[in-house]
Structure formats: C-alpha cells, structure tokens
C-alpha cells in the first residue's frame, strides 16, 4: 500500500487529501488528469458543494462499483469524501489524522454512506 499523509488540498505525492489522492491514481492508472478544484479547510461544510459541483460535471459517467472509478462518500452528513476503486469491493482513501487505508464497500463503517460511482470520461 501507499505511503502517504493526509494534506488539505493535497495533489502531490507523498501529500493528498482524498480528492488529490483520486486525481495521483486516476492519472496513474488511466494516464487521464481529472477535473481538479481546491478547498483549504476540510472541515468547511461548502466543501459539499465542491465535490458535488466536480462529480456532476459533465465529463463524470455515473456507473456500477468496478476497479478503477471513483467512490464519493458522505462524512458526518455531507457528500465530501473520496476513494479510488481498487476492485469491485474495496476502495483506498485518506482521511485527516490518518493514512492512507484500503476499505470494503459492503463495510458496516462505509455501505450506507456510499453516494456513487463515477468514471471520467
């Protein structure tokens, strides 16, 4: 796995924030350099719309969990969390206050806060 930490607003190896860590492996993997938009605090409750705004572009294609798209996620209420599929069932994601961490979509912690799967097209 990765060796990362957590940054606000990071798009930079080794420093990410979840969103930045999506845009490093998308470009990895897919050789594609997503849409990009910032935010300083991660915290900030507009962060929301920032992410909605960015998964509702148009270049976004909702689709069914697979390696290789994004996962948006809700946090403490808000769509403002990210993961990159890894396979079918986990995902990697960065949290502040942590590293990086691989997780299953069909956890108790992440199942129910699952908003969709989206490809850049």
């Given at each position: 796995?990765m060796?990362?930490k957590?940054k606000?607003?990071?798009?930079e190896?080794?420093?990410?924030?979840?969103?930045?860590?999506?845009?490093?492996?998308?470009?990895?993997?897919?050789?594609?350099?997503?849409?990009?938009?910032?935010?300083?605090?991660p915290?900030?409750?507009?962060?929301?719309?920032?992410?909605?705004d960015?998964?509702?572009?148009?270049?976004w294609t909702?689709?069914?969990?697979?390696?290789?798209?994004?996962?948006g996620?809700?946090?403490?209420?808000?769509?403002?969390?990210c993961?990159?599929?890894?396979?079918?069932?986990?995902f990697l994601?960065i949290?502040?206050?942590?590293?990086?961490a691989?997780?299953?979509?069909?956890s108790?912690k992440?199942?129910?806060?699952?908003?969709?799967?989206?490809?850049?097209?």
């Amino acid at each position: 796995m990765m060796e990362c930490k957590y940054k606000a607003n990071g798009r930079e190896y080794p420093y990410f924030d979840c969103y930045g860590l999506c845009k490093y492996l998308y470009k990895k993997e897919h050789n594609i350099d997503i849409i990009d938009f910032d935010y300083k605090d991660p915290d900030d409750p507009k962060n929301e719309h920032y992410f909605v705004d960015a998964m509702n572009n148009t270049k976004w294609t909702r689709v069914k969990p697979q390696k290789g798209v994004i996962v948006g996620l809700r946090v403490n209420g808000r769509i403002s969390h990210c993961g990159y599929m890894v396979s079918d069932t986990e995902f990697l994601h960065i949290m502040k206050n942590s590293g990086v961490a691989r997780a299953k979509i069909n956890s108790p912690k992440w199942k129910n806060r699952i908003v969709g799967f989206y490809r850049y097209d």
